[in-house]
Every structure is written in C-alpha cells, then in structure tokens.
C-alpha cells in the first residue's frame, strides 16, 4: 500500500527556512513524481511545485525565489525548503504523488515571532 | 496563469439532493487536464474526478464530472452524509497549476 509520510518543523521565526521531507513508501520510486501544496487557514489551497526522481523540478512563480525542492532516491524522499518566511506562510503543508492519488497527512507550519 | 473561479460559495441541501458546483477558468484547459478534489477538516484532500470526466479509484459513481475548454461541472447525484464538504477544482494542464478558491456543500 502507497503511503506518503512528511515531518519537519511546525514552529518557525521569521526569517527563517521552512524543511519539510516526505518519504514514499510502497511505490516504486522510478518514474515518480512529488509535489507540495499549502493551503493557509482559512484559505484554499496553492500550489508550491513539484519534482520528479531526477530531480527536475517546476515551481510556482509566486515562490520560485524562495523555493527549493530536492530528491534523496536512496531514501526515496523529497524535501521542501522555503526560505525567508514570514506570517504568510503559515499554513498546512501537503505532499502528494504526480497524480495526486497519495497524499502526505500534512503539516503545520506556523511563523510567529 | 490560468485562474478558476468556483460557484457557488456555498451550497446548502439536503442528503439525498443533488449538488452542482461550477468551475470556470479563465483561459482554456490544456488537454482538459481538470480534477476535482473532496476536502474535510483535518485530513489531506481526496481526490474525485480527473482529466475532467474520470473517476479515481474507488470514488462512487454518485460523483461525476463533466466539461472541456473553460467550462467544468462536478455532480453529486444524491448526496450522502459524509459528501457534506469543501470541494475544489484545479487545473494542471498548464503551469503553474492553479486551485479554484472551493465549495462549500454544508447541510441545509
């Protein structure tokens, strides 16, 4: 069974990096696709961007200055690194497969000083 | 980027009524590459309908999609208790891809 599990820090000051993993688990990882997506509180939700195995990756514009999206494929895990935050990146935070089938439980991440 | 913009807001009615929410993009989906996504509190978003017509696994057949181009519909035939929800659309086909801003079907 396809499981996609993410951790990382849910309490950040300002200014500093948001790192989040996610590892795959059940899913062959050739061929794989991740993305992130965020979804603030009381908001809809907004995606970050995706990579795949080999780690090509695609984000929103919205937040490529401040993005990066990694692969680890001997722990088949993707991470996510978001830096600089502030208040308005405080929202839950999703991985999911290329097909958005599989989703991470999602994870807190709230930026308060 | 493409913008999607859902209606209504808000539906309220009855189990066993049927819903049909609206998702409307500002420029034409790219292959109608348009899915539909179920989302309750505290959990990660489930997904409904793909490619625009395409039921994922193991979704009922209660949920049907329907559109191309611009204009795309999601309809619950005969809601069920546990259908009452925020839903939302997105399109991917294009990047970067783009959420609707949600439904809300609520109990009347």
């Known amino acids: 069974q396809v499981q996609l599990q993410q951790w990382g820090a849910g309490l950040l000051k300002p200014s500093e990096t948001l790192s989040l993993t996610c590892a795959v688990y059940g899913e062959s990882f050739s061929n794989y696709f991740c993305s992130w997506i965020r979804q603030p509180p009381g908001k809809g939700l907004e995606w970050i961007g995706e990579?795949?195995?080999?780690?090509?990756?695609n984000y929103n514009p919205s937040l490529k200055s401040r993005v990066t999206l990694s692969v680890d494929t001997s722990k088949n895990q993707f991470s996510l690194k978001l830096s600089s935050v502030t208040a308005a990146d405080t929202a839950v935070y999703y991985c999911?497969?290329?097909?958005?089938?599989?989703w991470g439980q999602g994870t807190l991440v709230t930026v308060s000083s | 980027e493409i913008v999607l913009t859902q209606s209504p807001g808000t539906l309220s009615l009855s189990p066993g009524e049927r819903a049909t929410l609206s998702c409307r993009a500002s420029q034409s989906v790219s292959s109608n590459y348009l899915a539909w996504y179920q989302h309750k509190p505290g959990q990660a978003p489930r997904l409904l309908i793909y490619?625009?017509?395409n039921r994922a696994t193991g979704i009922p057949d209660r949920f049907s999609g329907s559109g191309s181009g611009t204009d795309f519909t999601l309809t619950i035939s005969r809601l069920e208790p546990e259908d009452f929800a925020v839903y939302y659309c997105q399109q991917y086909g294009s990047s970067p891809q783009t959420f609707g801003q949600g439904t809300k079907v609520e109990i009347k």
């Open positions: 990579i795949n195995h080999s780690g090509s990756t």
């Open positions: 490619g625009a017509s």
């Open positions: 999911a497969d290329g097909d958005y089938v599989y």
